[in-house]
């Protein structure tokens, strides 16, 4: 297990050259958001958006239509009952679970629509449904973000063999495809095709409701924009997000995942180069 250090977001993060524009940083499409849990789009795609990311559809319930509005009005919706085929198709990253509930027909259709060009990260409620209805994962880049309870569904590794690099890493490559795997605990890990890393930052301030929702947005503005590497990509979002946490904390006994994503733009300027 390789310990990853702050020269990751040097490597990754990129001062922006004069002639881009929105297009250029990448389309993502967040799908979640039942009505009971629209709170995770809207953290997933602030996120997204405080990353730099260039363009942000939320595919989500109608309900969270204008509050999603009222907090991020960069955003733009579409309501999940609709198909949704055009959208993935003009997607260059797709964050789909995330406050999903049990909407297991967005969860397959979106696995049927994916292009093996495409990013997807599964998240949240939709790592869930994969493991009760034993879906098999599609042929695009896959980044698959569980905390230990919702990787115990997927993989059958317990949270306490979980402690073992070893049975982690062989259940990733069971898979059909191997995807990237962002093991979420205190100490995230993070299994790419060939090794495994922890980032040293974070702490148990994080320990609030739509911190993974958060992280999950942050890893789709990142892979959206900074596309040379796709898991230097994903490395440098997980350390990014526990390291604006470890910040807050010198003054605050909670970081609020909204916090954390206003902070992300001033962060990521320190580190562009
Ligand atoms: N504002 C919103 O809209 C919000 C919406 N959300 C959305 O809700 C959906 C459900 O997500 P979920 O994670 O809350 O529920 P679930 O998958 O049942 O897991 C919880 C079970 O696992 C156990 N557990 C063991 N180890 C664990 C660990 N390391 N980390 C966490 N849990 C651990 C845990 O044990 P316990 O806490 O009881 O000890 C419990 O038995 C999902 O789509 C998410 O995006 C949330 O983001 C909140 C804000
Ligand atoms: N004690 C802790 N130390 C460091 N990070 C933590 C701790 N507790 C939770 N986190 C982080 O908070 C996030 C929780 O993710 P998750 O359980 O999916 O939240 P939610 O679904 O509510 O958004 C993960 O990034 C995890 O690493
Ligand atoms: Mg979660």
């Known amino acids: 297990m390789k310990t990853l250090t702050e020269d990751i977001l040097y490597r990754v993060i990129k001062k922006r050259a004069k002639d881009s524009h929105k297009g250029t940083y990448g389309r993502v499409l967040i799908i979640g958001g039942t009505a009971q849990f629209g709170g995770a789009v809207i953290m997933n795609a602030l996120a997204a958006v405080n990353s730099g990311a260039g363009l942000v559809t939320v595919a989500t319930d109608p309900s969270n239509f204008t509050a999603l509005h009222s907090h991020l009005p960069e955003a733009m919706v579409v309501d999940f009952n609709e198909d949704l085929t055009e959208y993935i198709k003009k997607s260059d990253v797709v964050l789909i679970g995330s406050g999903l509930g049990d909407r297991i027909d967005l969860v397959q259709h979106t696995f049927y629509a994916i292009l093996p060009r495409q990013i997807l990260i599964v998240d949240g409620s939709a790592l869930t449904l994969v493991a009760e209805h034993k879906l098999k994962w599609p042929k695009s880049r896959l980044v698959l973000t569980p905390h230990q309870m919702e990787w115990q569904?997927?993989?059958?590794?317990?949270?306490?063999?979980?402690?073992?690099?070893?049975?982690?890493?062989?259940?990733?490559?069971?898979?059909?495809?191997?995807?990237?795997?962002?093991?979420?605990?205190?100490?995230?890990?993070?299994?790419?095709?060939?090794?495994?890393?922890?980032?040293?930052?974070?702490?148990?301030?994080?320990?609030?409701?739509?911190?993974?929702?958060?992280?999950?947005?942050?890893?789709?503005?990142?892979?959206?924009?900074?596309?040379?590497?796709?898991?230097?990509?994903?490395?440098?979002?997980?350390?990014?997000?526990?390291?604006?946490?470890?910040?807050?904390?010198?003054?605050?006994?909670?970081?609020?995942?909204t916090e954390i994503s206003a902070s992300i733009p001033e962060f990521m300027h320190r580190y562009s180069r």
């Open 153 to 257: 569904r997927l993989s059958g590794v317990t949270i306490n063999e979980q402690a073992f690099e070893a049975f982690n890493m062989l259940a990733q490559q069971r898979m059909n495809v191997e995807p990237i795997l962002v093991l979420k605990q205190h100490h995230t890990q993070i299994y790419t095709n060939d090794c495994a890393f922890e980032i040293p930052v974070g702490g148990p301030y994080q320990a609030t409701g739509g911190m993974g929702d958060t992280l999950a947005g942050m890893i789709a503005g990142f892979t959206a924009q900074f596309m040379l590497s796709f898991s230097e990509a994903i490395l440098a979002a997980v350390y990014a997000h526990s390291a604006i946490a470890d910040e807050l904390a010198e003054t605050r006994y909670i970081t609020l995942p």
